[in-house]
Every structure is written in structure tokens, then in C-alpha cells.
């Protein structure tokens, strides 16, 4: 292929957004500049202004491959990131086998390198009796095959609960990688949920769900987790956060580890607790969505820097599921497509600089996970490029899910994915570009 010029684009990244162009010549950028250059031979595009950004890397995924192929897999799923500018994926562990081992991931890798129209890498899970095992793989120098290491202390879809302390202690001193973590007090969710039984039954409203997946028992995890890595020195990204306690206590415990990260997704954004009423099932997730107070701090959160990165938490079910009474309906929204729009017609509303958008989405993700030449637009790094429309406003539709369904469907949004690049290559043209990603060892600097 010739050369791409785009020109006349908002070229946003995490430190700007100014009026220029850019080039990118096969897989690479070549160059940005503010004046349009003349480039022998380049197809010339005019993004009449729209917002170029580089592609978004979501780091939490549940793509539910191996095992769980008739949610969802990674040929669909990618297809759906990609079609909502997200161009480089990682996928949790928690599937059926749970992928705690280096074959686990070699077939993954393998799977998804058949597939995947985005991006590819995954992250290792942490369990009562693999530590060492882990600590083995970063000895031996295949760290580079995940991205991070997860630990769930607090159960959830694939049952990977890891509720030992001492083995907790055993991860959080491992150098080296990141250590990634849903927080949820399991004692605290197993006493509330025995209180909601004793009341309703068996029939259990979903509005209790912020309830027995309380806050309190989000506070009490993260707390626990927050105190081991200041005192262990640990690269801690605290995943989904959900409460404005949660928010402060990240922002007083980054002074102490600069190392401590956190990630919120759009849903805890977008939705609070007045709207399990009407969308009952299909807005069941771990962590749960809890209140408007909250979802303001989340916001503020955003805005300043104290949420670092934007994770879907992508986790579908078929849409027969989510009808099920309470106790048997799965946790989990199909969100990945919806992602970066949903947050994009956030930060217009709420006056979130644009410039955090493009530090939450892809560059933060790529020095925390020390993605080398990805998530930002530089000379060099891979042309993972997304352009949007900022002034676009459409109702959601049906999303390109192998489930079929999304908790945004017929919702507004103002902010439309227009154009999308993998590795140079424009998505819908049948060809994919994919690659896997490496994962480099040691420290990576949080810019």
C-alpha cells in the first residue's frame, strides 16, 4: 500500500491536542506534523478536524475462550473492539480452564493469532497454589508472555478466588510485573447475601445488588490490597473501581507507591443504582454499580488523574441468562463496543480535557503493561489509529457481540468511531493485521 497522509485532524495524546497531520507507511507512523507536508505517492484523507487518537489498548477483557465459546470468542469479540476503536486487547484468565500456566497462554496466543482482528495478549491468573509457579516463569524470562498477573479477592465468573494471606503476601512481593486485582471482601459479600435471603427468599429484587455486592465489602478488599503493596513495594492496578471511597483512598495511597494504579470502566460512568429498576439483570456485575455520588466522584476521578486507565470489564452472557431470577443470573455486561464512545460522550458533557481520554484509553495502559511502540502517536510506534467525530450524535444499536446485546443499546451518544487502523491496515477491508503483543520485565514509568 502507498503511504497515508491524514490531514487537517485534532491530533489528541495525553499531554495535547493540536491541529496537524499525520503519516504512517505500513505498520509504522512516519511523522506529525502542524502543517500538512507533501508526501510523494501518499493517499491523502481529510479528517475535516475530527479527533485522531491512537487506538485504545483495554486491558481488561473476558473474551470467555477456551471453554465458554457460546457467550462469546475472540474471533467475535475483537472484531466488536475494533469496530469501537479499541485496537489492542488483554484477556483475564478466568475461563474454563483457567489460564494459570504457560500452556494456558501458549494456546491462547495460538487462538487468538488465528482469529483476532485486534491486538492480542493476555494476563496470567493467580491462584491459592501457583505463586511460585509464577515467580519461575519471570526467572526463566517468559514474563513477556502475559501482561500481568490477577488476582481475584473477590469471587467472581470462574471461581479463581484467591483468599489466602499468605499467598496474597507471595504474589504482592513479586518484581516486576503488575499485579492486577478485583477487590470485594468475600465475608463480607457471603454475610450480606445471607441477610438479602432472610428477607426476600429466594426472590431477591436486582436493586439489592449494590447491596450484597456492597461497598463496604469494596472498601474493605481494596483497603487490604492498597496496605500490602505500600508495604511491599507492589506494581498494584486496582481494576473496576466503583465507590468515591475507593477514589480517596487510591489518591492518599499513591503518595506512599507510586507503583498503585487504578482502573474504572464506562459503566460505573454511565449507569448508578436508580437504574437496576428498569434494567434489572442486564446491569449485574462484580463490582456492582452503586449511586449517582459515586458515579460523580468516578468522574472527578477521571478528570484529575487518580483513575489512570479505562477497562470495559467486557464479560458477555447470552441475553436468556441475564433474564434469570437474581441468584442465577451472571454477573457480567457486553460493553467493549460501547466503551470509548459512552466515555467520550461523558468527557464532552462533564468538560473532561480530551487529553485524559487519550492517557486513559491507550497510553497509561501502555507503560503500566510496558507495551513497547504501542498506545501513542509517535515516529515509530505501530499506526494504531482511531479518528472520531465529536459532534455525532446516534442511538445506540445492536452491538457486533456474539451474545447479541448491550446494557447501552438505544441509549444516545454523542461521539461516533469513524475510522479505525490495526498495524497500518484500515478495519473492514477483510484483512487483518493483528499482532501479539510483548510484554517487556522491570519497572515502566507511569507518564
Not at 489528541?12 to 510523494?40: K, N
Not at 501458549?106 to 509464577?134: D, L, M, P
Not at 463490582?287 to 470489564?313: H, N, Q, W, Y
Not at 443470573?329 to 487519550?358: F, H, N, Y
Request: with cysteine; aromatic share 6%; hydrophobic share 35%.
Amino acid at each position: 500500500m502507498p503511504p497515508t497522509l491524514l490531514k487537517n485532524a485534532l491530533i489528541v495524546t495525553g499531554t495535547s491536542a493540536m491541529r496537524g497531520a499525520l503519516a504512517f507507511d505500513g505498520e509504522r507512523i512516519t511523522g506529525i506534523w502542524q502543517e500538512a507536508p507533501f508526501i510523494p505517492d501518499a493517499m491523502e484523507i481529510d479528517l475535516g478536524g475530527r479527533i485522531l487518537m491512537a487506538g485504545g489498548i483495554d486491558a481488561h477483557v473476558h473474551f470467555r475462550e477456551p471453554g465458554l465459546t457460546w457467550k462469546a470468542d475472540m474471533e467475535s469479540e475483537s472484531r466488536a473492539a475494533v469496530l469501537g476503536g479499541i485496537t489492542t486487547f488483554i484477556d483475564m484468565p478466568n475461563t474454563a480452564p483457567p489460564t494459570t500456566t504457560i500452556e494456558d497462554l501458549g494456546w491462547k496466543i495460538s487462538k487468538a493469532a488465528e482469529t483476532s482482528s485486534a491486538n492480542y495478549g493476555f494476563h496470567i491468573g493467580a491462584t491459592n497454589s501457583n505463586s511460585s509457579q509464577i515467580k519461575d516463569y519471570m526467572e526463566s524470562g517468559l514474563g513477556n508472555m502475559f501482561a500481568g498477573i490477577k488476582v481475584f479477592m473477590g469471587s467472581s465468573t470462574g471461581n479463581m478466588l484467591v483468599d489466602r494471606d499468605s499467598v496474597l503476601e507471595d504474589l504482592f512481593r513479586i518484581k516486576g510485573k503488575t499485579i492486577l486485582v478485583h477487590c470485594e471482601d468475600e465475608g463480607t459479600i457471603k454475610s450480606d447475601l445471607r441477610k438479602a435471603k432472610n428477607l426476600y427468599g429466594d426472590d431477591i429484587p436486582f436493586s439489592e445488588h449494590p447491596f450484597i455486592r456492597s461497598r463496604e465489602a469494596c472498601v474493605r478488599s481494596t483497603r487490604k490490597a492498597l496496605d500490602m503493596a505500600i508495604r511491599n513495594g507492589t506494581r498494584l492496578h486496582i481494576l473496576h473501581v466503583s465507590t468515591k471511597e475507593e477514589v480517596q483512598m487510591i489518591r492518599e495511597a499513591k503518595l506512599l507507591n507510586p507503583g498503585i494504579t487504578a482502573e474504572t470502566s464506562a459503566n460505573y460512568l454511565w449507569f448508578s443504582d436508580e437504574d437496576y429498576l428498569d434494567m434489572g439483570g442486564r446491569l449485574k456485575c462484580n463490582p456492582a454499580v452503586k449511586s449517582a455520588s459515586d458515579r460523580e466522584a468516578l468522574i472527578g476521578a477521571l478528570k484529575d488523574g487518580t483513575i489512570d486507565t479505562i477497562g470495559s470489564d467486557h464479560a458477555p452472557h447470552l441475553s436468556e441468562e441475564k433474564e434469570r431470577s437474581y441468584l442465577d443470573c451472571p454477573s457480567g455486561l457486553p460493553t467493549i463496543q460501547q466503551s470509548l464512545p459512552a466515555v467520550i460522550t461523558i468527557a464532552l458533557r462533564e468538560g473532561i480535557p480530551l487529553t485524559r481520554l487519550a492517557s486513559a484509553f491507550s497510553e497509561k495502559a501502555s507503560d503500566i503493561f510496558g507495551i513497547k511502540d504501542r498506545g501513542r502517536l509517535e515516529k515509530g510506534c505501530y499506526a494504531d489509529l482511531v479518528v472520531i467525530d465529536p459532534d455525532k450524535e446516534y442511538i445506540v444499536g445492536k452491538p457486533a457481540y456474539k451474545c447479541g446485546w448491550t446494557p447501552y443499546e438505544g441509549m444516545k451518544f454523542k461521539g461516533s468511531v469513524d475510522m479505525v487502523w490495526v498495524n497500518g491496515e484500515p478495519i473492514g477491508t477483510g484483512k487483518r493485521a493483528a499482532m501479539r503483543c510483548d510484554f517487556a520485565p522491570g519497572q515502566h514509568s507511569a507518564r
